[in-house]
Every structure is written in C-alpha cells, then in structure tokens.
Nanobody
C-alpha cells in the first residue's frame, strides 16, 4: 500500500487543521492506520491509530483535542486537530499495518507516507 499525507500548514495556537492520508490499493480497508509526528531534534512519537473496524487509540498528549477517522470508500484516513499548541509543531506521518493490536511503536508499521509539516505559532 502507498500512502500520501497532506493538509499541513501554519496555524495559530488554538486553531485547527485536518490532515489527510490517502492510500492506494483495494485492500486499504483491512489495514490499521496510525499517525506519528517528529519535531525538530526530537524522536518520532505516536499520535493516534485507527483499526479496520474504526476503533481508535490516542496518545495522552493529544487525547480530547485530536480525532482520527477513516473513509474506506475514499481510501483515506483523517486526523482532525483542534486546540493546537506550539508543542504540536512537527512533521506528521501516516503509516499502515496489518497488526491487530493498537500498536504505538513505528516498527509495527511497514508502510509510511511522506511527512506533512504542521507549524503552530504562539
């Protein structure tokens, strides 16, 4: 499966953005998809994941502010980000896997899209 992330940009603190992860392949609906992010000088961190049945799991740092969803008809997963903070600034990556459990480690995801940059100004 090939993934294409988009939707990043510059936003003021408190604002919102919606990221999209478009996938190729008719079997996309069978994949778990996750979002990770990496800020400059920091390690990559897990943000959120959604199973093929649309069960979701979030990092504590984004719970209540971010929402992950999927539209299998459009082969797309979304990350709605509200109440953005400067510490949310990072490159955001989507990744896909056939793993069943809500894996938060990047090593469980063999398929990755390119990053989309989110910059939150204070």
């Amino acid at each position: 499966v090939q993934l294409q992330a988009s939707g990043g940009g510059l936003v003021q603190a408190g604002g919102s953005l919606r990221l999209s992860c478009a996938a190729s392949g008719r079997t996309f609906r069978t994949y778990r998809v996750a979002w990770f992010r990496q800020a400059p000088g920091k390690e990559r961190e897990f943000v959120a994941t959604i199973s093929r049945s649309a069960s979701t799991y979030y990092a504590n740092s984004v719970k209540g502010r971010f929402t992950i969803s999927r539209d299998n008809a459009k082969n797309t997963v979304y990350l709605q980000m509200n109440s953005l903070k400067p510490e949310d600034t990072a490159d955001y990556y989507c990744a896909a896997s056939t793993v069943v459990v809500p894996a938060t480690e990047g090593t469980y995801y063999p398929y990755w899209g390119q990053g989309t940059l989110v910059t939150v100004s204070s």
